[in-house]
């Protein structure tokens, strides 16, 4: 990769790829609110929902080379934020290793300057983990998708790109966490440990402030940040949290993690998920928050710990057929 900036005056030309996903559209969003800043929402097919006005599309492809290399012109920056996280080995070689290794490599054909990758803390595996800043703990992926995705990391990494890694993501657009979290507390009618476990969330906006400052930051070159709130929150708060806002009924009991396990379905719920709700995964975002900072990409994403907004009620309600 040889071009790192731009001529003076001129935008700095920010692709997007996976830009119809929960966290890539969000970061569309928020890059298109920064002055001197071209933003182009790359996905597979034309978007469902209307870009920012100022905003190109162009369709494109991991598995197709002459898609991306079609993307990639005119580009400086690289968002990649496109994951499988399913169970199928193929599939997860085929989007989050060979994809990443071909969008690397038409990168590095157009002189694209640096390219961000939005990752996962599931690379260290299933805890518990307490306050753990960047590498603090060996990567230990317990899964098809998280090995795959930290290879993919490595690629980005090798090639002096920046990975984002967020933990546990809510806002609009989630039907992962905070869905799966409402019907596992709903099925067990129990809490898990107590509900004391320390987690690590972010909002979709903070996450996406995180990225954006990634992208457009310096001496970010081969660095990881962890996209994360500030304060790990407890389970509890979430779980009440739920309960006032999404009537989601409280739990009237309390199980271990193994009576948890032994109770949920292997093929719906995890170890790893169930180990989510069940042990401290709390992570240092510092770092993160700092190149927010020094980039000045902010915007409306808050620092709270936990913080339910009336958008993001809306779409929980909506999502979980609540009234």
Same mark, same amino acid.
């Given at each position: 990769?040889?071009?790192?900036?731009?001529?003076?005056?001129?935008?700095?030309?920010?692709?997007?790829?996976?830009?119809?996903?929960?966290?890539?559209?969000?970061?569309?969003?928020?890059?298109?609110?920064?002055?001197?800043?071209? $933003?182009? *929402?790359?996905?597979?097919? *034309?978007?469902?929902?209307?870009?920012?006005?100022?905003?190109?599309?162009?369709?494109?492809?991991?598995?197709?080379?002459?898609?991306?290399?079609?993307?990639?012109?005119?580009?400086? $920056?690289? $968002?990649?934020?496109?994951?499988?996280?399913?169970?199928? /080995?193929?599939?997860?070689?085929?989007?989050?290793?060979?994809?990443?290794?071909?969008?690397?490599?038409?990168?590095?054909?157009?002189?694209?300057?640096?390219?961000?990758?939005?990752?996962?803390?599931?690379?260290?595996?299933?805890?518990?983990?307490?306050?753990?800043?960047?590498?603090?703990?060996? /990567?230990?992926?317990?899964?098809?998708?998280?090995?795959?995705?930290?290879?993919?990391?490595?690629?980005?990494?090798?090639?002096?790109?920046?990975? #984002?890694?967020?933990?546990?993501?809510?806002?609009?657009?989630?039907?992962?966490?905070?869905?799966?979290?409402?019907?596992?507390?709903?099925?067990?009618?129990?809490?898990?440990?107590? /509900?004391?476990?320390?987690?690590?969330?972010?909002?979709?906006?903070?996450?996406?402030?995180?990225?954006?400052?990634?992208?457009?930051?310096?001496?970010?070159?081969?660095?990881?940040?962890?996209?994360?709130?500030?304060?790990?929150?407890? #389970?509890?708060?979430?779980?009440?949290?739920?309960?006032?806002?999404?009537?989601?009924?409280?739990?009237?009991?309390?199980?271990?993690?193994?009576?948890?396990?032994?109770?949920?379905?292997?093929?719906?719920?995890?170890?790893?998920?169930?180990?989510?709700?069940?042990?401290?995964?709390?992570?240092?975002?510092?770092?993160?928050?700092?190149?927010?900072?020094?980039?000045?990409?902010?915007?409306?994403?808050?620092?709270?710990?936990?913080?339910?907004?009336?958008?993001?009620?809306?779409?929980?309600?909506? /999502?979980?057929?609540?009234?």
């Amino acid at each position: 990769m040889t071009r790192t900036g731009t001529t003076a005056g001129t935008p700095t030309t920010v692709l997007v790829v996976g830009a119809s996903g929960f966290i890539g559209s969000h970061v569309v969003r928020g890059l298109a609110q920064h002055p001197g800043v071209r $933003v182009v *929402a790359s996905s597979r097919t *034309a978007p469902t929902e209307p870009l920012p006005a100022t905003v190109e599309h162009r369709t494109a492809d991991l598995c197709d080379e002459a898609s991306l290399r079609a993307a990639l012109e005119g580009v400086d $920056v690289v $968002v990649h934020a496109v994951s499988y996280v399913g169970r199928d /080995a193929g599939t997860s070689r085929a989007v989050n290793v060979d994809g990443t290794r071909a969008l690397m490599e038409a990168a590095s054909a157009r002189g694209v300057g640096r390219v961000v990758y939005v990752s996962t803390t599931s690379v260290y595996g299933s805890g518990p983990h307490r306050d753990v800043a960047e590498d603090d703990v060996p /990567a230990h992926p317990e899964s098809v998708a998280s090995t795959d995705r930290l290879a993919a990391e490595r690629l980005v990494l090798d090639a002096h790109g920046t990975v #984002v890694r967020p933990n546990l993501v809510y806002g609009a657009g989630d039907r992962w966490f905070v869905p799966a979290l409402a019907q596992v507390t709903a099925g067990l009618g129990a809490t898990i440990a107590g /509900a004391s476990a320390r987690i690590s969330l972010a909002s979709v906006e903070q996450v996406a402030a995180v990225v954006a400052a990634a992208a457009l930051g310096k001496g970010l070159a081969g660095r990881v940040l962890h996209a994360v709130a500030p304060e790990a929150t407890p #389970v509890r708060v979430v779980l009440d949290a739920l309960t006032a806002h999404l009537g989601v009924p409280g739990p009237s009991r309390d199980l271990t993690e193994d009576e948890a396990r032994a109770v949920l379905d292997p093929q719906r719920v995890s170890d790893h998920q169930l180990a989510l709700l069940a042990r401290d995964h709390a992570y240092d975002g510092s770092q993160a928050w700092a190149a927010v900072d020094a980039a000045g990409t902010a915007g409306d994403a808050h620092r709270e710990a936990f913080a339910l907004t009336d958008v993001h009620v809306a779409w929980y309600r909506a /999502a979980l057929g609540s009234a």
